[in-house]
């Protein structure tokens, strides 16, 4: 235990070590002269980002949540096997090819965008409610049905809660993902940050690579920590409790 | 008030659980399901409360087919405690305990004194356990808030799959005696499973002993030990049965039909008249004296027992009833 906490520990020091001569040599050779240089223009480029995957990201969360309810209802246990394998097959097909697929249909621009990510989006959300829903303890759903709680008050009080852990970890992953694959909505002229970054790319030009892909960054992890927030806001005291139990215990 | 009538359960379409089992429960009354794992017992009352469909047959509540009452509203009137517990691990313990009054949309006051009651009744301290969560108790104290769960909104019916399981000696005996004290002081009708035949002899009004889904014997425990009616009843409760009887009656009970030698001397050992007859075969053996004194509860003598008066007894008990 302690032998494993120094390992971890020595490893967050040099994480943070090779992020501080990171961020050193980029100030040096002005790298990220592109933000303070255009701010307007940045900020132009990091809203059209964060709308995007603000718009793309809720819908799937509206969708996946409902969608992997009325799946794990017993009346639909049959289509859940269909309906994922559907979905997987999306992600599997490259997201580019999907992308181009709805430039395709939607022609080019920030909507296209949003469909793409929002169907990338999807599947960790609904894998996640799904899974969540699965492990609920069947002696609970037992105890609860035995004591006259409806369908409802059942999935309200005893399934979601107790999913709800795994819920969240489906939209964190979802969309810390979002906010990476954000960027390719530059090549379907969707804006954001990866405009600054395929610049940099074409032109070998580390300065507007960086300056697209340092705050691209940054963006995923406030995105992330955010997540965790409303995860300890939101998840109860007991699972979270029950949780940290288990994983000190191993 | 509850009648199984012809009721079979059959799993999947080949695993008969249940089969042909009849037998009535009069309302107030206290009856054990009994039998080896696997007899079934566990579906018959899940049978009850609908939460397994009745494969033939019917469960009568109150002169109505079960399967014809809403139940959510049924269910809701029968306290059921589940074989292992399965408290809610988001809820506190409070909010485990107070699910049902909760739905059911009592009042602050009244679910805050209930909580207290039922919390001192199966010995937690309410104000310590109030906020914890279910994973931070004991099996047994899991265990326990089971029962205070089901007893909540003080259902009229009650149906409990082995609530005493996993508790030791001195809870179990402490929980048992507290439930009859209440099912003395509220007469609900509970349907008690139990894998125990020292429970099932101390709580029932009625024994039901089960085998491969059928119903074997049902009766008092009296007759279950004293007038066992299949080969399996006998092996069932042990050899030992004529001395489990014992429990069942006090010296009081004896003394209805034996009169006692009135003559007593200060010397010997006393029992009072309401101890067991099987405490006081105990007490008798462990002196070296034949004679024991009875007194009665204001400690006045009543007379002196001897071994051959409580065989007596027991021959005439085992001559009654039965057949
Ligand atoms: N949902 C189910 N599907 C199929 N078979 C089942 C199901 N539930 C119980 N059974 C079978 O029915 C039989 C009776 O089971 P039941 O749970 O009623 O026994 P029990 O008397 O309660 O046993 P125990 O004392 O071990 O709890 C067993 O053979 C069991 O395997
Ligand atoms: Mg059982």
Redesign the interface.
Known sequence: MSKNKTIAFTVKILFWIAIIVFFIWIFKNDLLIHVYQEPSRFLNLLTQHIIIVLISGSIAILTAIPLGIILTRTKFRKWEWLLVNIVNLGQTIPSLAVLALIMGILGIGMKSAIVGLFLFSLLPILQNTIAGIHSVDEKTLDAAKGMGLTPLQILWKVELPQASYSIFAGIRTSLVINVGTAALAYLIGGGGLGVWIFTGIQLFDNAFLLSGAVPLTILALLVDYLCKGLEFLIVPKGIRLAKQSVTNNN | MIKFQNVSKTYNGNVKAVKDVSFNIEAGEFVILIGPSGCGKTSLL?MV?Q?ETITEGDIVLNGKSVRDFN??????K?G?V?Q?????????IEDNVM??PN?LGWDKVKKRQRYQYLMDLIGLNPDEYKKR????LSGGQQQRI?VA??LAADPPIM?MDEPFGALDPIIRTRLQDEFLQIQREVQKTILFVSHDIDEAVKMGDKIALMRHGELIQYDTPANILLHPRHEFVSEFVGEDRVLKSMSLYTVKDLLESITLDTNVSSTQQTVHEQTTLRNALSVLLSTNSQKIKVVDIEERPIGTLTIDQIEQFLQLKAGQKGA
């Open positions: 899940r409360n939460l139940k959510i509203e049924m269910r809701r029968m059921y589940i292992s517990n399965g408290l809610f691990p988001n809820m506190t699910i049902v739905l969560y279910p994973h931070q089971g769960r089901a149906l």
